[in-house]
């Protein structure tokens, strides 16, 4: 069931319902301009990861300020931006069952949509969905770069599954997704940075062995949050897939060296309960914020934690500073940002304390 809105433009920020998805505005768009800034003159241009925000508001204004599109991880994702005005969708992820395949190639008469692969006969299939639609798939051979997921390993395979690809009158051979998701995390940037040294050697040769048969690779894919900077250093990636860097999560706060973006997205939460010193409950427990990256934070509450999740509760302990009362409302800082966004249909814009919008959360829960 679709949630109502939780709040109405003008309202005070007090007056929100709770729990709700709040944007902080002044500190999102600080987060979107300072990522354009960081790009420009790079050649790398940013092809923001929609897994994060599942927004086709979002995603345009990324555009706006100069991304080349969307990264998507499902089908779903695709549907709803393609259908939410978004000119250019890569899946930066397999989809291997023909109907999935077959929503996508779809897709292709209102969207430019690229699809990744790393299995010969992957290629195949999306060839025979192609070839029936009557169109033509760009699709990108994934590498694993260090990540140990998916991607076939960097060199010798990948030219195969490349060749396989521009081999094919349906398919168009799009270049390489080379995404490292587990060093984003690694809390010391000189771990983070030899990682990503890493990833680049393994693109590097792949590039050059599809260079000498004649694969131009328009596209080299990855980095995120945690380690765009580094692949910019390497200067190899042509797309950077950033996503959480717009809203930010208490995971990318705790690395070393975080980022330089700001707090933009957190969970508004109310005092339920708080009978005994030392402690209040709120709730927001984890229906409300995802914690498998950790427990949320709390806003500006010193001496406040957040130190335990049930399904509807959230429990605080305090530690000196004022006991929080009986229906105040607290910011938290959500562990992970991409699954505490999933779990609403609204975000609530706010600036200023007074909320100024209510944007929905379009592919919220697509499973497919
Ligand atoms: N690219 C791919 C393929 C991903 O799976 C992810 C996130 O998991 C990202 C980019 C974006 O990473 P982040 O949200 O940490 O910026
Ligand atoms: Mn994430």
Redesign the pocket.
Known sequence: MLQAPPAEPGMREEEVDTPALLLDLDAFEANLDLMAARLAGTGAKLRA?A??HKSAVIAQQQMRRGAVGQ?V?KVAEAEALAWGGVPDILV??QVVDPRKLRRLAALSGIAKVAVCADDAAGIDTIAAVAEAAGRRMEVLVEIDVGAGRCGVSPGPEAVALAERIAASPNLIFGGL?A?H?SA?HKRGIEERRAAIAGAAEGVRRTVEQLTQRGLPCPIIG?????TYELELEQGLWTEI?????AFMDADYAANGEPPAFRQSLFVLSQVMSAPRDGMAVLDAGHKAVAIDSGLPLVWERPGVRYTGASDEHGALTVEGGARPKLGERLRLVPGHC?PTVDRYDWYVGVRKGRVECLWPVSARGGMA
């Open positions: 990861h897994k994060t990264c991880q930066s992820n997704q995404y998701g984003q990855g980095a995120g949050t945690g897939q950033a996503g959480s860097y991409d």
